[in-house]
């Protein structure tokens, strides 16, 4: 069974720093695209940015660029977001997908608060 | 960056109602559009990728067409299960982006 399990978020102050991690199982992980995608409460579902196979192409949305770095370890299975220089409107469920396209399997997601 | 703009925001409807949605992208993106389907507190689900291939054990009520730059989710007949909020996403190019969500409610 494919599964793919955030984790990581939590409540963090303006400017500050949290790192998500992914574990996933059930697939040939480093055969696979990797995708972040996020959503402020009440609110769409906004694209952050992706990781090919080998970690040589990462995208980023505008808003994040220069502050947040998606990597992963093919060794472990694992994606990894690391968000720096938190801002309030940061906060979201960001949810670690499969595919660089089309996204068929989703993880559960994981909220990330930044309040003061 | 594409923008995605969906219509309606906000659709009310009775179950047996056909239903469509539509989606328009500022430029062309060819067929490469998806659609999904997101119940409150849970992921979002794939229902239809290329514009108009249904994911595999996803009900044939559900359909979508179009290419360029005008785009359509129909649902033939709704059932209880489908109320929900639906989503348009390009993956033409980066960043990918989604459109705003429709809300289909019961009317």
């Known amino acids: 069974e494919v599964q793919l399990v955030e984790s990581g978020g939590g409540l963090v102050q303006p400017g500050g720093s949290l790192r998500l991690s992914c574990a996933t199982s059930?697939?040939?992980?480093?055969?696979?695209?990797m995708t972040w995608v996020r959503q402020a409460p009440g609110k769409g579902l906004e694209w952050v940015a992706n990781?090919?196979?080998?970690?040589?192409?990462?995208y980023y949305v505008d808003s994040v660029e220069g502050r947040f770095t998606i990597s992963r370890d093919n060794a472990k299975n694992a994606l990894s977001l690391e968000m720096n220089s938190l801002r309030v409107e940061d906060t979201a469920v960001y949810y670690c997908?499969?595919?660089?396209?089309?996204?068929?399997?989703w993880g559960q997601g994981t909220l990330v608060t930044v309040s003061s | 960056d594409i923008q995605m703009t969906q219509s309606p925001s906000t659709l009310s409807a009775s179950v047996g109602d056909r239903v469509t949605i539509t989606c328009r992208a500022s430029q062309s993106i060819s067929s490469w559009l998806a659609w999904y389907q997101q119940i409150p507190g849970k992921a979002p689900k794939l229902l239809i990728y290329?514009?108009?291939t249904l994911e595999s054990g996803v009900p044939s009520r559900f359909s979508g067409s179009g290419s360029g730059t005008e785009f359509t989710l129909t649902i033939s007949s709704l059932q209880p299960d489908d109320f929900a909020t639906y989503y348009c996403q390009q993956y033409n190019s980066y960043p990918r982006t989604f459109g705003q969500g429709t809300k289909v409610e019961i009317k």
């Open positions: 290329k514009a108009s």
């Open positions: 990781i090919n196979k080998d970690e040589s192409e990462k």
């Open positions: 059930g697939f040939s992980f480093s055969t696979y695209w």
């Open positions: 997908t499969r595919g660089d396209a089309w996204h068929r399997r």
